[in-house]
């Protein structure tokens, strides 16, 4: 399986200006070559190369840098193409659809830019690279990571790296090619994962994850933005620029926890995991307003990209369920009843009388129908031979 590891540069002050220019000038070239695409009717890779090489050449590129330009430009439309076809962009006709089509794509000056061997070389021991700029070949480029880090790259690292600037620090994102383990096809149970916004994730049998503290942290947040806007001086807007994106690290950093946790409980107890698929929840539920920027800061796929990547890495079955009244339905007697959800977290059984925590009620539902899908999609359909 692939995953990407990312370190961080620690270039001398030479070094970065030289870093920060070579962005910029990939990515002006990118702009350039997509908007020629743009007018041409995006052609493929080989045609668009015809038209827009030997100009990249001439802007300084080398030969290396100019055919990733150019089939990075390929990829952004080929992935808009695909959001269209998907749906992803609205309906035709839409705003959002409209505006993404009426106009080249475009690409920030510090957006990533990937280089390949040929442009970028590990020195693994020395923990420096040699990068390809505008200014030439620079070498000595230290970074930083930790030791699970460093060994991953030395072992696995395979392909292209991309090369990010984020709010005046660089990084490296390197794709790595870790071996997959073998998923344990006869799993001895089932963990119901039961997302929500007041606990975060519920499975049965294990302590519910709150989502009190992050929410907590999201309001303070807030109100520390809306402070800081409304003071609107050069300090406030300062702080504002150093305070981005803090918020969603935290969050993604609450999202690995659980999900580690999870994995490592259902590896050790040999089961596997039903996760409830919540696509398009967004636009099927109705909230007041107090109540919508908090469903829309819920950060459930990103949880459940988590617990995917990480069951695979450790052999651990995933399959995604219907959640459909898993919430309504008694674990115990299936009784099906809207009334059975006396609150958010109570719930009582209309038909046989059990009392239970919701959340938990709704984990082990999702348990059932995680062995049932499990089953199903393995389940021989071939018919016996006489």
Known sequence: MKIVV??????????????????????????????VAFERGVPRVYELRRHTYAELKARGLGAQVAQHTIKKVRDAYTTLRANIRAGNLGKKGSTRRVKAESKPISFRPQAAHPFDDRCLSWQYDAQTVSIWTTAGRMRNVRFACSAGTLKTLRQHRRGESDLIECDGVFYLVAVCEVPEVSVNEHPDGWLGVDLGIVNIATVDGMTSFSGRGLNRHRKQQLDLRRKLQAKATKSA???????RRKESRHAANVNHVISKKIVTEAARTCSGIALEDLGGIRERV??????????HFWAFHQLGTFLEYKARRAGVPLVHVDPAYSSQECADCHHIDRKNRVNQ??????NCGVVAHADRNASRNLAARGEVAWIAGRESRVPATS
């Open 345 to 350: 977290a109570l719930f009582v059984c209309r």
């Open 6 to 35: 990312r370190v961080k540069l620690m270039p001398e002050a030479d070094q970065a200006c030289a870093l920060s220019a070579t962005l910029r000038a990939v990515n002006d070239a990118a702009n350039w070559v997509s908007a």
């Open 286 to 295: 109705r909230l007041r307003k107090p109540q919508r920027a908090t469903l």
């Open 237 to 243: 807007r300062r702080r504002l620029k150093q305070r």
